[in-house]
């Protein structure tokens, strides 16, 4: 008995929902149902499309990218590390040479320069896998039957059940009513 209770709390988990999902044909059709779901008051919602779509961040109300941050806070570090290294080198080794001081930046400047970009490039890179949660082998969005569409010719968007606002059936009948394609509830 034990166990058949356990199966069907497995199946209730199975089942959980991860939101409803439709599709436009058009990026002004996507852009329209972004800007009436935010306008709505959904917040917890995500668009996925073929190519980038200029301005659906905004219509999406989403908030600015963190990745400039940390870029910025990795190249200073990277500055700040070739400076480290220069100076400790210049007064560990010094090298008297034509009468200059023992730290003289000029001719370090292709070495501050080299860390910075290097520490930047390796901000940009790690920060992006963080930023988008990478690598992600599954995402519940791709259970829907024409997601493939997705990196073809259809602009989905997904409204997430964890959002406040979420009522499955009333989410559904605005989707329907934005014109929202293959309407499905899919799973986590």
């Known amino acids: ?3 058949a209770h356990r199966h069907e709390e497995l199946e209730e988990e199975a089942a959980k929902p991860f939101g409803l999902m439709g599709y436009f044909l058009t990026p002004g059709e996507l852009m329209h149902a972004c800007e009436k779901l935010k306008n709505a008051g959904y917040k917890d919602f995500d ?3 073929p190519f980038p779509v200029h301005g659906l961040e905004k219509a999406m109300g989403l ?3 963190k990745m400039p941050w940390i870029v910025l806070t990795c190249g200073t570090v990277g500055l700040l590390s070739a400076i480290a290294l220069t100076a400790f080198v210049s007064f560990d ?3 008297v040479i034509s009468g200059k001081p023992s730290f003289s930046y000029q001719a370090y400047v292709p070495i501050m320069f080299e860390l910075t970009v290097l520490f930047s490039a390796f901000g940009a890179f790690f920060g992006l896998w963080g930023v988008n949660r990478l690598p992600m082998f599954y995402h519940p969005s791709m259970k829907h039957p024409s997601f493939p569409r997705a990196t073809d010719d259809a602009f989905f968007v997904t409204v997430e059940a964890k959002d ?3 009522d499955a059936s009333k989410t559904r009948k605005l989707l329907e009513e934005l014109g929202a394609r293959e ?3 899919v799973t986590e």
């Open 1 to 3: 008995m034990d166990k």
């Open 47 to 49: 668009a996925q499309t």
């Open 63 to 65: 908030p600015p990218s």
């Open 93 to 95: 080794y010094p090298l």
């Open 164 to 166: 406040p606002k979420y």
């Open 183 to 185: 309407i499905v509830e």
